[in-house]
C-alpha cells in the first residue's frame, strides 16, 4: 500500500510546488495579504495531497482560538510537514513561521513563500542575527493582527519524542509582541511521513493536532513561566494520546 500510492502523491506534491510558485509572485504583485491567501491555499493543498496516501487529520481546536486573530503558537515539531499543517488549520490567522536560511532558497513556492511571505529568516551559527530577526517577527505580527509559530526545540524530533527547549528564540518572540495570546501546539505522529524520506510515504498515518485555549497576557508576567505552562500542555497532550494508543 505504501507503494502503491507514494508515486500518487509525489507527483500531486510536485506539481503543487511548481503551480503555486508563480501564484504567489503575481499575488505579491497586489501586496502581502494576496500573496499569503495564495500562501494558505499552497498549504491547504500540500495537506490534501497527503490524503492521496490515507493520511488522516485528527484534530482537537479550542473554540477560543478565534478565526482572523494575531497569536503566538509554542508548538513541538516533529516533521517539515508540521508546517503546512498548521497553516491550513490557521487559514484565516495567517500563521508566520522562522525558518533556518538553507530552506529560504532552493524549494519551489515553499522557499518564495518564506523569503516573501513575512516570515523570519535565521543563520543558525549566529545567535545575535537570529534573536534579532526573531524580534522583529513579533513586532510585525502584532502589528498586523496575524500569528507567529516558534517551535522552542530548535529542530525536529525525528522519532517523535520531546526535545528539550532551547528558549531564547521563544523568549524574545514572547518580548517583542506583549499584546498577543500564546496559544500551545501539540502535534503527533507527522514524523511517520517522513519516516523514509517519502520513499515510501508511510499508507493510512493519523495526525493528531492539539490547538489549546488562548492564554491571555499580563503585564509583568514571568516569560519563563508561559513557556514552561506551554510545555507542561504540550508533555501532558502527547503523553495523554500515547496512553490510549497503547
Known amino acids: 500500500m505504501d507503494w502503491l500510492f507514494t508515486p500518487l502523491f509525489l507527483l500531486a506534491f510536485g506539481l503543487t510546488l511548481l503551480v503555486f510558485d508563480p501564484l504567489q ?3 505579491r504583485l497586489f501586496g502581502q495579504r494576496p500573496q499569503e491567501l495564495v500562501a494558505g491555499a499552497l498549504q491547504s493543498t500540500l495537506v490534501a495531497a ?3 496516501c490515507g493520511t488522516r487529520l ?35 490567522n495567517f ?11 532552493w524549494i519551489p513556492s515553499i522557499s518564495y513563500n ?20 526573531i524580534r522583529e517577527l513579533g513586532e510585525r505580527v502584532q502589528a498586523r493582527g496575524v500569528s507567529a509559530v516558534i517551535y522552542p526545540e530548535g529542530t525536529r524530533a525525528r522519532g517523535g519524542e520531546l526535545g528539550p527547549f532551547k528558549p531564547a528564540g521563544a523568549l524574545a518572540l514572547l518580548s517583542a509582541a506583549p499584546e498577543l495570546p500564546v496559544v500551545p501546539v501539540a502535534i503527533d505522529e507527522s514524523w511517520r511521513l517522513l519516516r523514509f524520506n517519502l520513499l515510501p510515504v508511510p499508507f493510512g498515518t ?5 490547538i489549546g ?34
Open 50 to 52: 497527503f490524503r492521496l
Open 58 to 92: 485528527a484534530v482537537q481546536r479550542s473554540p477560543a482560538v478565534r478565526p482572523r486573530t494575531g497569536y503566538l503558537l509554542i508548538a513541538n515539531h516533529q516533521s517539515m510537514f508540521d508546517i503546512p499543517i498548521l497553516g491550513a488549520l490557521l487559514f484565516s
Open 213 to 246: 485555549d488562548p492564554i491571555e497576557r499580563r503585564p509583568g508576567e514571568d516569560p519563563q513561566a508561559l513557556l514552561l505552562e506551554c510545555r507542561r500542555q504540550i508533555e501532558k497532550t502527547l503523553a495523554d494520546w500515547r496512553g490510549e494508543a497503547a
Open 25 to 27: 509572485r503575481i499575488a
Open 95 to 105: 500563521p508566520k513561521y522562522v525558518s533556518k536560511r538553507e530552506l529560504a532558497s
Open 206 to 210: 493519523r495526525v493528531r493536532v492539539f
Open 114 to 133: 518564506l523569503r516573501r511571505g513575512g516570515n523570519a529568516i535565521i543563520d543558525r551559527k549566529d545567535r545575535e542575527q537570529a534573536t534579532r530577526t
